[in-house]
């Protein structure tokens, strides 16, 4: 990544979440059991996807995409996070941390799209279930997954691209444990004008966009599941959308209380960030482990299995 040639700051200061060594020690041992098991946990649900065949189905093709995200959003701040727990020097570099930014909004916009799709999949599968097979293909599929990706990526670009050439002369100091492009505006000896009007339209857009899509969606699906006479089958129908709705208010609560804080560098405004960022990459495959009956059946197939070729 390029800078401006006239940037007199080469590197930033991460002031992370506490300056007590006691209580850093402490956060090291909990966000470092955090990813573990965020690793762990989306890593087996990717595996658990491939390797059992009733699973390959749209809605766990699109399940598997956002495991990955999870991954690819917490991999790319609790490692530094990590480090700086542990080290006495808590520099980032311009480049590292513009990369953070970047990979920042590539996995949180994608996510965001990639939630619509499935809410729309959910849609499809509770309000038309005789027309699913023809309505969601495998063509179609593969078009808004990695349309999801690809709208993810020129949402971080644009946004990242007129950051390149931001000069940085004042405060080196950012009051998070994390590079975020607002953190990167009050840092700069530049216009941002440019740059908050384009960080500003891209987050309503996409929020906006993917939210009206969620919302419509789900609309619908509790319109059909209210017509449904039979309590069972509301319950029944209900259940396979329930898992999904639950990731959609962590992903779209955590986000909304953590970019409408006042306060910069607060300390409600950290807490809120972890939730987003730490803790919701965490929780989403438990969400769709624990709330759902396929996926532990399919869990119970796969571990038969091992045992059995272990034993023979």
Known sequence: MSLGNNSAVTEFILLGLSADPHIQA??????LVIYLQTLLGNLTLLLLIRADSSLHTPMYFFLSHLASLNLCFSSATVPKLLENLLSQNKTISVQGCLAQVFFLFESGSTEAFLLSVMAYDRYVAICHPLLYGQKISNKLCNGLVWGSWGLGFLDALIN?????SLDFCKDQSIPHYSCELPSLFPLSCSDVSTNFTILLCSSLLNGLVTCVLIVFSYTLIVSTILSISS??????????CSSHLTAVLLFYGSA???YFTPTSGSPLE?????L????????????????NNEVKAAVRRTLIKCLQYSGS
């Not at 309590?231 to 396979?240: E, H, I, L």
Request: glycine share 2%; with cysteine; net charge positive.
């Open 160 to 164: 990242i691209l007129p950051a390149m």
């Open 256 to 258: 909304f209380l953590r």
């Open 231 to 240: 309590s069972s089958c509301r319950s029944k129908a209900f259940s396979t």
């Open 276 to 291: 987003y960022g730490v803790v919701t990459p965490l929780v989403n495959p438990l969400i769709y482990s624990l709330k």
């Open 270 to 274: 950290l807490v809120f960030s972890v």
């Open 26 to 31: 402490l956060l090291f041992v909990l966000f």
